[in-house]
């Protein structure tokens, strides 16, 4: 079931209503059978999937708990092989064949292995990311073990963020589904308006500027230089808000029902450094990695030349993390890359804008910096929306040329983009340095705030791309 749907519009009203309705220590139950069906809206028979893993986590966090030494080892090691064996049946299995396949055919021999048709069940790395999280932290002994099975599976399946994050902590989540949330007027219309901006970044920005960056992708040879250039840019704004929308969604619906989840972006548009970027940007996942994955590598405690194989391994992780293919390791590496060559470089880079005099000019170097940032991130971003890696090379070698229009697609679409663009980072600007001043979205005059809104949603009913299709983040 898609946010962006009248199907969801329908599903959220009535589970919301009969929530406040039902007892709190009924609900519980609602909110399970709720996030089953919207689950099961997608494939149905991928909720046995998601039933065989919560299983398996409920009662290998009950044995980590009750065991000691090695065999709380082996009931944690039996919990992540669950979870990671199901990720790489549904989401590497072909890949790691093909590969094979390749190496074999190397050698003139021919893979007998053969190739599965399934379909990637929808955010298979999300919930299995927070599955994972929980049999940690209670092996860690940071959390006891969940009793109450239905409240643990709910954990799992919480509809508004199962399919695309924010991965949540148990520690933050848990709890939340025993406290009584009574019916708040302020808070219901917060977390509504916390919708409408998510909804607005999706369907006016987003799958607006999706159109232009398809038809780029979709026949890439009949392109241009220029064209390439812009659907870079385009691509950049278009994932920002497609997934910060859906984040946004997410934790709105949550809000109203009286549920707190993570902050899953802080604008990374005005990061002023790759690593700076990545702090911002998806933070569950990036806080996950540097938890799960970066702290027991060590981290940056070794040798300087550890902290940076490190840096690279998660990267290269979190590339491989998005997608089975090739384009995305790639990516993971380049962004990897940006950081250890920021770190060697600090102090040369530092020397120069002192030499030259950026450091006198506060704003001046503050806007090189995002703007250097943007054109990095959005370069490592060719490899992540081209099909293969054949195809971002040629985007590449395209874009080089410098050759062409940016109007092959016509100048209405082209208006739209910068229009709905300019929308975006005037609010995103506001929010971002001058969060104090006047505000139309948070004013104290409820008339001030209900009139932005209600002129939000009428650009979206009016501006919005209505068959822009699923979420990007939904293949992951």
């Not at 609602?30 to 009662?59: E, K, N, R, W």
């Not at 998510?198 to 398809?214: M, Q």
């Not at 120069?352 to 995002?370: C, D, E, T, W, Y």
């Not at 943007?374 to 050759?403: H, N, Y």
């Amino acid at each position: 079931m898609l946010f962006n749907s009248f199907h969801f519009v329908f599903f959220f009203v009535i589970v919301t209503t009969v929530y406040f309705l039902l007892p709190y220590n009924k609900r519980w139950l609602l909110l399970l059978a709720s996030s089953c069906y919207f689950y099961m809206a997608f494939v149905p028979i991928y909720i046995l999937i998601l039933g065989f893993t919560i299983v398996v986590d409920y009662f290998a966090g009950i044995l980590i708990e009750k065991s000691t030494g090695k065999r709380r080892r082996l009931y944690l090691i039996i919990s992540l092989v669950a979870n990671i064996g199901i990720l790489c049946i549904f989401k590497y299995y072909n890949f790691i064949n093909t590969n094979f396949s390749f190496l074999l055919h190397g050698f003139g021999l021919s893979n007998p292995i053969p190739y599965l048709s399934i379909l990637l069940p929808i955010g298979l790395s999300f919930h299995t990311f927070q599955a994972m999280s929980y049999t940690i932290e209670v092996y860690r002994g940071k959390l006891p073990a969940e009793r109450h099975f239905g409240i643990y599976a709910l954990y799992v399946m919480f509809y508004p963020q199962l399919v695309a994050g924010p991965i949540e902590r148990p520690q933050n989540l848990l709890h939340q589904f025993r406290e009584k949330h009574s019916f708040d007027g302020d808070r219901v219309f917060e977390g509504i308006k916390i919708m409408i901006w998510g909804l607005f970044k999706k369907l006016v920005v987003a799958d607006r500027l999706g159109i232009y960056v398809d038809n780029a992708y979709s026949h890439l040879h009949q392109q241009d230089g220029m064209t390439f250039i812009m659907a870079t840019i385009f691509f950049s704004f278009q994932i920002y808000c497609d997934f910060s929308g859906y984040s946004d969604m997410a934790i709105g619906a949550a809000k109203v029902m009286g549920f707190n989840l993570m902050t899953n972006f802080k604008r990374p548009l005005f990061a002023k450094s790759t690593g700076e970027f990545w702090k911002r940007w998806h933070i569950s996942l990036s806080t996950w990695f540097k938890d799960y994955l970066y702290f027991p590598l060590g981290g940056n405690r070794g040798s300087v030349a550890r902290t940076y194989i490190n840096l690279m391994i998660v990267f290269v992780i979190s590339g491989l993390w998005h997608g089975a293919n090739w384009t995305y390791i790639i990516w993971g590496a380049i962004n990897g890359a940006y950081l250890v060559f920021a770190i060697i470089t600090k102090k040369y880079r530092e020397k120069m804008g002192a030499l030259i005099g950026l450091n006198k000019v506060p704003r001046l170097n503050l806007f090189i910096q995002i703007v250097v940032t943007f054109i990095l991130i959005s370069l490592s971003r060719v490899f992540f929306r081209a099909r293969s890696v054949e195809d971002a090379v040629t985007v590449f070698e395209k874009m080089l040329t410098f050759k062409g229009s940016i109007f092959n697609d016509g100048t209405a679409i082209i208006i739209y983009c910068f229009l709905a663009m300019f929308m975006l980072l005037i609010v995103e600007f506001k929010r971002e340095f001058y969060m104090g001043s006047f505000s139309f979205s948070h004013n104290k005059n409820f008339w001030v705030r209900t009139s932005y809104y209600s002129i939000l949603v009428l650009l979206i009913i009016l501006v919005g791309v209505f068959d822009g299709g699923q979420f990007i983040y939904f293949q992951f």
